[in-house]
């Protein structure tokens, strides 16, 4: 995957007025205009990229062919396209150096939060209705990273205790993911990782080739929406026991790597981020859970 590439697809309003917003504000560049004026490329830090877009155009602002042609290869295959109040996930090396700077950009309404072990977090309201997420990962040592992944079998038995089917169809707010849907994903994900988990421990060292996941796709052709989901919690269950067995079992099972794409990825370093990525999930739950007082 091109990394010259935006994975990252926002729709604006008005691309001059929101571009003026990421570039003033926020410090991002601008790569690229199209010369219709409805889209731009913008570059975030080092190695990541953003195409804005207006949510719609007249028949006279349409692109040309070739223009249309143009915005697609600025785009990765199948970029995140997310909704208006969304959370959108910037990685950064430091939020610290990112929070220090938009404040001296005069950007108000920062909100940094810290998962120990897990990540840094500086929330970032945009103009568009975006809430923008920098985040750093943070270091863990390897007995604190068994214990956060454990720890996930736990929590996930405590949100959906008691739970009835009605129930399981509650939302945060109209249009965001209910807790069926937040549930069914993140065993998912946690499946299509464990793959590469399972590889890295009996093979150290070997070059993975796996599809992207998509979660939009995988929601909507695995019907999140109104499949039973008690199954799906006693397998979560089950394999993290698996891992964590082998794990114990196994020497410097932490350690042990595969090469995915253009980067060698841990064990350790895969575990920590499905800890954290069922964490964030489970707390979405529970927010849910408080919401409706159940």
Known sequence: MDRNKAKLLLLVDHVEASAAFYTGKLGWEVVERAASGHAVLLQVGEDYRVVLMNRSQTAAQQETDSEESRIADWLQPK????????????????????????????????????????????????????????????????????????????????VVASLTDEQLNLREVPGKWSIREHLLHLIDLELVTIHKVKFALAESGRTYAGNSFSQDDWSQGLLYANRPIHVEVRMFVAVRQHILSLCAYLPDALQRTIISKDREESVGKLLKMMAGHAMHHIRAVRRIRERHEI
Do not use: N
Request: charged content about 25%; aromatic content about 8%; hydrophobic content about 40%.
């Open 79 to 158: 970029p995140s396209c997310p909704q208006a109040g969304d959370l959108v996930y910037i990685g950064v090396s430091s939020v610290q150096e990112v929070e220090r700077s938009l404040l001296e950009r005069g950007v108000a309404q920062l909100h940094k939060e810290e998962d120990p072990g897990h990540i840094r977090r500086l929330l970032v309201p945009s103009v568009d209705g975006y809430m923008l997420v920098y985040w750093e990962e943070l270091y863990a040592a390897d007995e604190e990273i068994i214990a956060m992944y454990a720890e996930g079998i736990e929590a996930l038995g405590e």
